[in-house]
């Protein structure tokens, strides 16, 4: 979080609300990418299996901050993000976020002892195998289809006028 905050206060001049949108939306998609990467890595080398241990709670620390980022966006960013937005031409993106939240809404509420009871290890692990998958993908697809054409434009053109540094990729690349 720290590292997005001060990557995007030295990339805009400013810092605010929207910044800090910003920096839990992409610390949220790292925390989750973490989260992902663990079981792979654990498989491959002994190094990473001490952080196994901890991937409950990463995926928690990720729900939380995907979720405040969803409730800033809706309900105190008007400025940037109009409620005509999400239903028009923001639609898309708009959608790939909902759905990304409602499974991490989803896979956090049976993230318990008592879930899994309920429902069963084997189905249990099979709904946050890939429910995490899902989730990463859906909110990859929100960032990508709602950047793709500034960082396209940044790409050709460089970043816009209203930016301290123009030359330094959006966050969302990074």
Known sequence: FMF??????????????YIINKALANTSIIVLGIVLLLGPLTRMFDLFDKYLTYRKELG??????????????????????PKERFFTYGKWPFIFGLISSVLLIIIFFISN?????????????????????????FAALHVFVMKYSNWLSWYQKGGGSELKHPELPGAGIL
Do not use: N, V
């Not at 997005?4 to 609300?17: A, E, H, I, N």
């Open 60 to 81: 928690i620390t990720a729900f939380f901050l995907a979720i405040t980022h969803a409730i800033i966006s809706f309900f105190f960013l008007e400025d940037h993000f």
């Open 4 to 17: 997005f905050s001060l990557y995007l206060f030295y990339r805009r001049g400013y810092y605010d609300l």
């Open 113 to 137: 002892k008592k879930a899994t009871t309920a429902i069963g290890p084997k189905k249990w692990w099979f709904m946050q195998y890939w429910g995490a998958r899902l989730i990463f993908l």
